[in-house]
């Protein structure tokens, strides 16, 4: 049995976790960071690095801990190296690192968002590809023809904002705080999604699977203040007004995320749709998704909520690129960036 220990740092959450490559998880630990960004209403890059050089030891420790097991007892190390926050990536690298030079064992690495798409395997139990992904999260909004665990082809994504990021602008908005994809999801549950017409970008564009939710935060900010009105901060919203708000746009990311899967289910032509991502812990997404496949044949898999938002469980991607030859040296970076689908 080969015990991994997987490092994730891409973003906020400072996460490590012992898996085996019977994907039977020992020990996991994710640091939140909610509470620093928080009065910020997003990630603020140069805070989420200097915590997670703060966390990143305790973290591993924990892990460790948790399955009864001392650094020698670790095979592999993985670390996922792209994309996300570049000070972020940087010290789950080094940890990654240094932890292979020091300990002599193989480092590999993985991509954060195909790592998403694995999620849905570890929680299956069983192989789930080739498969359509869609990977919904704060900074990613894309889909995938995923025709083995280490064969990703990008079919196309979001031209400008993702949906999660869309989610935390129109809570701050709202005045409903942050992370914005529970608080907008916990108000709207009381308001009506047809309240508002709001847009819905390339929803019926069959020759491009892509998303635009610039224009969607646009629209909810004109039927909170309208143009040249006052900011959004210095009006005051009834507890009606906030949730059909709410409501109406949270059902519009639905409606284009639901859509275009569809469109590329039928592109591809395969019959498994799997999601992970944060915003996937969405129940009305999840609900939609289940409603909009139901009858056509194919599989929907969603990760669970635990496995959905950012952990190094996921990281258990490691061991399909181990076992297709995929190890790194030590000349390993950090690669921030993602290339987006040209508008």
């Known amino acids: 049995m080969m015990r991994l220990l997987t490092i994730e740092t891409t973003c906020d959450e400072t996460a490590a976790a012992i898996v085996t490559d019977e994907l039977q998880v020992l020990g996991a630990v994710v640091a939140s960071q909610s509470e620093l960004h928080e009065r910020f209403h997003g990630v603020v890059p140069?805070?989420?690095?200097?915590?997670?050089?703060?966390?990143?030891?305790?973290?591993?420790?924990?892990?460790?801990?948790?399955?009864?097991?001392?650094?020698?007892?670790?095979?592999?190390?993985?670390?996922?190296?792209?994309?996300?926050?570049?000070?972020?990536?940087?010290?789950?690298?080094?940890?990654?690192?240094?932890?292979s030079l020091a300990l002599g064992k193989p480092l590999v690495a993985v991509n954060h968002?195909?790592?998403?798409?694995?999620?849905?395997?570890?929680?299956?139990?069983?192989?789930v590809f080739p498969c359509v992904?869609?990977?919904?999260?704060?900074?990613?909004?894309?889909?995938?023809?995923?025709?083995?665990?280490?064969?990703?082809?990008?079919?196309?994504?979001?031209?400008d904002d993702a949906a999660g990021e869309a989610f935390d602008k129109v809570a701050n908005m709202l005045g409903l705080g942050f992370p914005g994809g529970p608080a907008v999801a916990r108000a709207a549950e009381q308001g009506?999604?047809?309240?508002?017409?709001?847009?819905?970008?390339?929803?019926?564009?069959?020759d491009r699977l892509a998303f635009s939710f610039s224009g969607l935060k646009t629209a909810v900010r004109y039927a909170i203040a309208g143009p040249g009105k006052p900011d959004c901060e210095r009006l005051e919203l009834n507890e009606r007004q906030v949730?059909?708000?709410?409501?109406?746009?949270?059902?519009?990311?639905?409606?284009c995320l639901v859509a275009k899967s569809l469109q590329a289910l039928e592109r591809t032509g395969l019959a498994r749709l799997c999601v992970g991502g944060g915003v996937a812990a969405n129940r009305v997404l999840r609900a939609a998704l289940a409603d909009a496949l139901a009858g056509r044949g194919v599989e929907l898999l969603?990760?669970?909520?635990?496995?959905?938002?950012?952990?190094?469980?996921?990281?258990?991607?490691?061991?399909?690129?181990?076992?297709?030859g995929h190890i790194d040296s030590l000349d390993l970076d950090a690669l921030p960036g993602l290339v987006r689908p040209r508008p």
Do not use: W
């Open 46 to 99: 140069e805070i989420a690095a200097r915590a997670h050089v703060e966390r990143i030891l305790p973290v591993i420790d924990e892990a460790l801990r948790q399955a009864h097991l001392r650094l020698a007892d670790i095979d592999v190390i993985a670390v996922a190296n792209t994309p996300g926050l570049a000070g972020s990536l940087l010290v789950g690298v080094v940890a990654a690192k240094t932890l």
């Open 113 to 127: 968002l195909h790592a998403h798409i694995y999620a849905c395997r570890i929680a299956a139990g069983r192989d």
């Open 133 to 159: 992904g869609l990977i919904v999260s704060g900074g990613h909004t894309s889909l995938y023809h995923c025709r083995d665990a280490c064969d990703f082809e990008l079919l196309g994504g979001t031209i």
């Open 192 to 206: 009506d999604p047809r309240a508002y017409r709001f847009p819905r970008s390339f929803l019926h564009d069959q």
């Open 243 to 255: 949730a059909d708000l709410a409501a109406s746009f949270q059902q519009a990311v639905v409606d």
């Open 302 to 324: 969603i990760a669970p909520p635990e496995l959905c938002t950012d952990n190094a469980v996921m990281g258990a991607l490691a061991f399909e690129r181990l076992r297709a």
